[in-house]
Each structure stands twice: as C-alpha cells, then as structure tokens.
C-alpha cells in the first residue's frame, strides 16, 4: 500500500473523529495523521494525501486550514494523489453544505495532484454546494449533525472506493 498521510482540520471534533477513523480502516499509524493546527507542511514522506475539513461560517474554510495552505509551498502537493473529505450540516446550512470542501479543492486542484475519491451526490438532500463540481462532490461529504447515521455506510464506500484509486 501507499504511503498515506491524513491532514484535518476540526472545531468540535467531528472531522477529527472521522479522520481516526478513516485512519483505522486504512491501517494508517498514529504518526501519519496530522491535525493541521500542528503540523508541518512537508509531505515528502507520502504520495497520498487525505485531506479533511468541516464547513464554518457561511460555507468558509476553518482558520486551521487557511493558515495551513499558506504555508504549503507550490510544487509540495506535485505528483501526489489527494483525496478530499469532511463534515457540514446540509439541514441548517443548507445553502453552503460542505462549502469547506470545495474551497480546500479550489484551493489545491491546480498544484499538480490528482483528486481521488469523488462521490456521487445521490442520497444527499440539500440546496447548494461549493463541493459539488461536474455532477460529483470532490470528497466525501458527511453530515454529522443530522444524518450520523449514515456515515458508516458513506464511509465504507468511499473508503472502498479509494483503495481502488490509490
Ligand atoms: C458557526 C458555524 C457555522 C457553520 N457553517 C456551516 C456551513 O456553512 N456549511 C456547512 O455545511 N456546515 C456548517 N456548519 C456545520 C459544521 O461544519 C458541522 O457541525 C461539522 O460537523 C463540524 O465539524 P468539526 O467538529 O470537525 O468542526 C457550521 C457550524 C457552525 C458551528
């Protein structure tokens, strides 16, 4: 298997929570996932990356991760597949679901990576999003607030999915 690094960004928890378990599923080690408060931006050590951020504002991207991206300089993303995901409330925020995504792959879709691990939007219900981008989200959306309970099916999926692509 590739090397993978996990990198999230979280508020309350609930990204950071996906993120171990995601890193469960892919045997990935403790020292391999990264909350971006913390770490450094040097992904030498990986040629996949697991990117993951939850949705603040009105659909803004955390501080965490808006600090972190300015220190990623322009060539360390080369080469390396990249996966995105993350948590945002499609009842309340309805409008800005999973915005957080989105502008994460805005932000690195042109430094040379390959996104992978795209999802359909089918079984979602919300009005508009930044992550949705030719008809698929460019991550895995999960929404811990009002549909916890199906987050361990859009997991394993995705999960199922990614091992395919990496
Ligand atoms: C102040 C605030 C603003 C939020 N804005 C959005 C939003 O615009 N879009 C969205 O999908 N979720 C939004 N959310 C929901 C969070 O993204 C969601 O609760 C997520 O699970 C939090 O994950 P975290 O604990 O990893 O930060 C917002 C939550 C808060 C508290």
Redesign the pocket.
Known sequence: MANIGIYYG???????SVAKEVAKDLNIAKEDLHDVDKAKADFSNYDVLLFGT???????L?DSWDSFLSKISGSALSGKKVALFG????V??SD?????VGKLYEAIKDKGCTIIGKVSPEGYSYDSSEALVDGQFVGLLL???NESDKTAERLSLWIGNLKKEI
Do not use: K, P, Q, R
């Open positions: 979280s508020d309350t928890g609930n990204t950071e939850s949705t603040t504002g009105l659909g803004d955390l948590c945002g409330d499609s309340s925020f800005t679901f999973g915005d957080g929404d811990e607030d």
